[in-house]
């Protein structure tokens, strides 16, 4: 049994495959946490609360000084009575007070697991997934709490949100609204995070927790570039392979905030969920407020054993499952090589180049629609431009894929331009707060996708594009983050929700859009990566990883994404040198095995590639095409990190096995360069592997603990590739 509640000791214990999760309640109803780590067959007298009278920590019982909520391990501490740590939710009454308190009323345990509307979320069946429902209530207030706890035994995953109803006569503000907390009874841990920026996303901040807090936030609207809705805490001491870790994911991109807090006990409170910041919620009598998710993932072997959970899991039980097991096509898109410069005949000649090179989409970015020569205009106004496109999408859409390739679509659905037709006609479609000026953003502003009316435009317009021409692939692009974040349709008592109103906007849009459409890939992109998060993969199975296509900077940006998202993904391409971000010259050779551990494509102008070139494009999309699957649907596993060194190593093994694909990166050629070994992982210690390229035979455990050596070479920047076919 995944949930099991022991009534004589009050204990619920959750149970995975090899996890286990524990809570006791204490006194009235208190909810305590007590454990989350390697599978227990039970729990009775471990890890049991200790009570004594610590100096300045407030009792609500008067007659025991030894229980304050101050020190209680708590798993959704409450505010204003005595816990002085930070709280999971906040409240606010019509007299002003904050103060809430909650205690146990019930719980139901149910097979399955209940959809959150209006979110994105995990699913499984009734047989993959048990979900705790713990009810808590603050009898003063009419607030009911329910904590939903979602087991998924055989991943070794917990999802964690929170409903709020409120059931008394009155009005009631949510302050905060957080999916997850709970206090571990220890402190020896490292925090990991991912910050960054545009052309640089996801970059690895692992340091020591000490004293106080360490705390990542998105306050932009978006889950952002500048920090990942992702926290975990390590075991000091563990590694990639080794050691303990306890890791939170947020299926959510608006605003959030991830929170390790150390308490002068040596306590770790571990909290995600919305940010609070300018983010109220208004219950009216009878109403209730549903929080996004987090998936929880603790490993005991590392990273890489938290990666291969979160990636078996957002695949079955997160993506749109009819694309989970889909070849993803290799494209050729045509931002970096031709910008806002469209012109049909040479978009063809494009789409002939791509073709004779064996790429099988073909990807028509920005610029198609209104008079959009620059940035700055025709956001909203999706019908195509017949200077560019004389003959229509229409036309173009034939002729494209009259060569044999696949046609998709790049649009900003999210976005308005000052100087578009949509625009003046409704300058209110906007987010904007009256009497304010604008703040722009790449030059254009952001429609109000708490309306409906505003929503219904975004369906239908894009709509009508997609319903008319055969297209295979959509590109969803989101290039600013949001200011002047108010809304003309709602009260000023209501424009504290903005923010969370417009992220169910845009899963409301995407929802339909992907719905009604359900034959197309979507790909999600916000300038790049910026907005790479699980909410986003619910509804779109690949996001466009960075605008840095520079190969160097790949490889750790494809690096720390793995850590919770699958290779397949990510969109991954090969564009022209100098490369556009840094100016680097790295070799053709490098730059597609970089794109190849991902979701491959090419972004660059085809036509001024000389014969050499395009026969080795030719030879890169044939090979990947004969490793796709492996890459795509096997098991990926870091072997070197780009965060560390110079070399970069990473490999793959296909899902049944039978091949392995390793990659070994070099930055810097070195003067009495190291020879560098690839010790390949997830391998069987048993079998036989025939290497590709040599035809020599190594055995398994011969090519994970011992290693191959790569060959010496006197070249900056450099990549390799290792095939091996398992023959017995
Ligand atoms: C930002 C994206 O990340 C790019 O790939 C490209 O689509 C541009 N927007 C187009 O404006």
């Given amino acids: 049994m995944a949930v099991s509640y022991d009534k004589e000791r009050k204990i619920f214990h959750l149970r995975g495959k090899d996890t286990s999760y524990a809570m006791k309640l204490v006194k009235d109803g208190y909810l305590a946490h007590l454990y989350w780590g390697r599978g227990l067959r039970q729990v009775s007298q471990g890890r049991d609360l200790v009570w004594k009278d610590r100096g300045f920590a407030p009792n609500p019982y008067i007659e025991d000084r030894t229980f304050s909520l101050d020190t209680l391990p708590q798993e959704y501490p409450q505010t204003g009575n005595g816990d002085f740590r930070a709280c999971a939710y906040g409240i606010r009454e019509e007299n002003g007070s904050r103060i809430s308190n909650l205690l146990y009323e019930d719980h139901e ?259 198609w629609f209104g008079h959009r020569d620059g940035d700055d205009s025709s956001l909203g106004d999706w019908v195509e431009d017949r200077r560019k496109l004389p003959g229509g999408l229409e036309r173009l859409s034939q002729e494209i894929h009259k060569r044999g390739l696949e046609f998709g679509l790049w649009v900003e659905p999210e976005m308005i331009s000052e100087d578009s037709e949509l625009y003046r006609a409704h300058p209110d479609y906007a987010l904007h707060v009256e009497g304010r000026p604008y703040t722009y953003g790449r030059g254009q502003l952001v429609l109000d996708l708490t309306r409906k009316e505003v929503r219904d435009y975004v369906v239908e317009s894009i709509s009508q594009v997609l319903s008319r021409i055969q297209v295979e692939y959509v590109k969803w692009d989101m290039n600013r983050h949001l200011t002047e974040a108010g809304s003309g349709s709602l009260p000023w008592n209501r424009q504290g929700e903005v923010f969370h109103r417009y992220v169910l906007g845009l899963y409301d849009i995407a929802a339909r859009l992907t719905g009604r459409f359900p034959d197309i890939l979507f790909e999600s992109c916000s300038s790049g990566g910026g907005r790479f998060d699980p909410g986003m993969l619910y509804y779109m199975p690949q996001t466009w990883c960075s605008d840095n296509t520079d190969a160097v900077c790949r490889m750790r940006i494809q690096y720390a994404t793995s850590l919770t998202y699958p290779p397949v993904t990510m969109g991954a391409h090969v564009s022209g040198i100098p490369n556009q971000q840094t100016g680097r010259v790295t070799p053709l050779a490098t730059r597609g095995y970089v794109a190849m551990s991902a979701d491959f494509g090419y972004e660059l102008d085809l036509c001024k590639c000389g014969a050499e070139e395009l026969s080795q494009i030719r030879e890169q999309v044939a090979f990947y095409k004969e490793i796709r699957d492996t890459v795509q649907f096997g098991r990926f596993y870091r072997v070197n990190s780009p965060f560390e060194g110079n070399v970069c190593q990473w490999n793959f093994v296909s899902q049944d096995g039978r091949e392995a694909v390793a990659f070994h990166f070099e930055i810097l050629s070195q003067p009495a360069a190291p020879v560098r070994l690839l010790k390949l992982k997830g391998l069987d210690p048993d079998g036989v592997y025939r290497d590709q390229e040599s035809g020599i035979l190594y055995g398994g455990d011969e090519l994970m603990y011992c290693g191959i050596s790569v060959p010496l070479k006197k070249q900056d920047f450099r990549g390799e590739c290792f095939r091996f076919m398992r023959i017995k």
Avoid: C
């Fill in 109 to 367: 345990i149910l097979e399955g697991k209940p959809e959150l509307p209006g979110l994105p979320a995990s699913f499984g069946s009734p047989e993959q997934v048990t979900t705790l429902k713990i009810h808590m209530a603050d009898s003063i207030l009419g607030l009911h709490v329910f904590l939903l706890y979602s087991v998924f035994e055989e991943e070794n995953v917990i999802t964690r949100s929170v409903r709020f109803e409120n059931r008394s006569g009155r009005p009631l503000t949510l302050t905060k609204m957080l999916s997850m907390s709970l206090d571990l009874r220890e402190d020896e841990f490292d925090v990991l995070t991912l910050y960054g920026a545009h052309n640089n996303e996801r970059n690895m901040d692992r340091r020591p927790l000490t004293s106080g807090s360490v705390r990542v936030e998105s306050i932009r609207g978006t889950s952002s570039p500048q920090q990942a809705p992702f926290m975990a805490l390590l075991r000091k001491g563990a590694t990639e392979d080794t050691g303990e870790v306890f890791a939170a994911n947020f299926v959510y991109s608006g605003n959030f905030l991830a929170e390790a807090q150390v308490d002068p006990f040596r306590n770790v409170r571990f909290q995600m969920g919305m940010n609070p910041w300018n983010g109220e919620w208004l219950l009216e009598p009878g109403e209730s407020f549903q929080t996004p998710e987090v998936v929880m993932v603790y490993s005991a072997d590392g990273l890489n054993g938290m990666s291969q959970t979160f990636h078996r899991f957002y695949q079955n039980h997160l993506v749109p499952q009819a694309f989970a097991g889909k070849r993803r096509p290799i494209l050729i898109n045509s931002w970096e090589g031709s910008f806002f410069d469209l012109k049909e005949e040479k978009l063809l000649e494009l789409a002939d180049r791509a073709a004779e090179a064996g790429i099988e989409l073909f990807v028509l970015d920005d610029g």
